[in-house]
């Protein structure tokens, strides 16, 4: 055993080898790899960035769903994810970003452009919210009754077009249904 006292070398090699390297996208990337792919980790030491490459490159990284707290100025303003310092502190401060250490920051922070990525990322936003508000309006779930189908057909060769009908008068009666054994 490696643990046991006194043991300075090992009699054999790894036990578990890997045969390839991992990859991240290998069936497919998801969204939030690609994101995480493309996402540039500025205002970071050294160290921290290497530490945020490695989660990315081994599906660790996990993005920030809310906005979280600057340990500087204390409001919610952290963006980030892993990062405890906001940028604008980062940058008044010239500190990193994720430890909050006065090191050699490896990539400076743009302001300007993240405030232009910010108005972007909210406009597109924006633009999904409407078409996501208008496919809730236009599903076509079927879930009536398997014994209307019958009456609809009939209805169908009517030349009298069909009146929309609200989302609460889609869903079926459930006192009605009748489960075959």
């Known amino acids: 055993?490696?643990?046991?006292?006194?043991?300075?070398?090992?009699?054999?090699?790894?036990?578990?080898?890997?045969?390839?390297?991992?990859?991240?996208?290998?069936?497919?990337?998801?969204?939030?790899?690609?994101?995480?792919?493309?996402?540039?980790?500025?205002?970071?030491?050294?160290?921290?960035?290497?530490?945020?490459?490695?989660?990315?490159?081994?599906?660790?990284?996990?993005?920030?769903?809310?906005?979280?707290?600057?340990?500087?100025?204390?409001?919610?303003?952290?963006?980030d994810a892993y990062h405890i310092v906001c940028k604008p502190c980062s940058l008044q401060l010239d500190v990193c970003c994720k430890c909050g250490k006065k090191e050699e920051i490896v990539i400076p922070v743009n302001s300007e452009e993240d405030k232009k990525e910010e108005e972007e990322e909210d406009e597109q936003k924006k633009k999904g919210r409407g078409k996501k508000?208008?496919?809730?309006?236009?599903?076509?779930?079927?879930?009536?009754?398997?014994?209307?189908?019958?009456?609809?057909?009939d209805s169908d060769s009517d030349s009298e077009p069909k009146k929309r009908q609200n989302r609460s008068d889609v869903l079926p009666d459930v006192s009605r249904v009748h489960f075959k054994e």
Not at 51 to 76: F, G, I
């Open 1 to 79: 055993m490696s643990s046991q006292k006194g043991n300075v070398s090992r009699s054999r090699g790894q036990k578990h080898q890997n045969n390839f390297a991992f990859k991240n996208d290998l069936y497919g990337a998801t969204v939030q790899v690609k994101k995480a792919k493309s996402k540039i980790h500025d205002g970071l030491c050294l160290h921290c960035k290497g530490v945020l490459e490695w989660k990315v490159r081994y599906n660790k990284y996990k993005t920030l769903t809310q906005a979280k707290k600057c340990v500087k100025c204390s409001q919610k303003t952290v963006k």
């Open 133 to 153: 508000d208008v496919d809730d309006l236009d599903s076509d779930d079927d879930l009536s009754d398997p014994r209307d189908d019958d009456k609809e057909e």
